[in-house]
């Protein structure tokens, strides 16, 4: 199989287990979804002067953009990994950690750069909502890719 069709499936499965360990968060603490994807993507329009409606319409183009640079970050974390392990072939010691730092920088750098989030300023509670999705995201790309490249 190619690495890039094995990237994207792993980045698939990666991102799929980041959704459920969120939304089970979510469900147990009775948390709001976040919402700086949505504010990511009103700045990024904003950038681009692109126009994303008014009221509703707007609200809408903006939480479905923002779920959708979620599943990019998540293919785009397995394809880096991908192109390292095909030279390299990490252990599960090197590549669970090596997915869910990719995974983590990948969201959370362009978050910071533009403005939408400050992990400077987060509180534990905060720093555990983001790492253990991202923790699952790496243990499930990393067993994934294993899987397919068998």
Same mark, same amino acid.
């Given at each position: ?8 499936? =792993? ?24 919402? &700086? ?8 329009? #904003? ?52 997915? &869910?730092?990719?995974?983590?920088? #990948? ?7 533009? #403005?939408? &989030? ?19 995201? #790496?243990? &499930?790309?990393? =067993? ?7």
């Amino acid at each position: 199989m190619h690495t890039l069709v094995r990237g994207l499936l =792993a980045g698939a499965a990666g991102t799929s287990a980041l959704n459920v360990v969120t939304y089970l968060d979510m469900a147990i603490r009775a948390r709001p979804a976040s919402s &700086t994807p949505q504010q990511a993507v009103d700045r990024m329009a #904003g950038l681009v002067d692109v126009d994303l409606g008014e009221g509703e319409r707007a609200d809408n183009r903006k939480e479905a953009l923002g779920a959708l640079l979620g599943y990019g970050t998540g293919a785009g974390a397995a394809l880096c990994y991908g192109l390292a392990d095909a030279r390299c072939r990490p252990s599960w010691p090197v590549g669970v950690p090596a997915l &869910t730092a990719l995974a983590m920088v #990948g969201s959370n750098a362009p978050l910071t750069l533009l #403005g939408t &989030t400050d992990p400077r300023s987060w509180s534990v509670a905060d720093w555990i909502s983001d790492v253990v999705p991202h923790l699952a995201y #790496g243990v &499930t790309a990393y =067993a994934a890719h294993r899987l397919l490249t068998s």
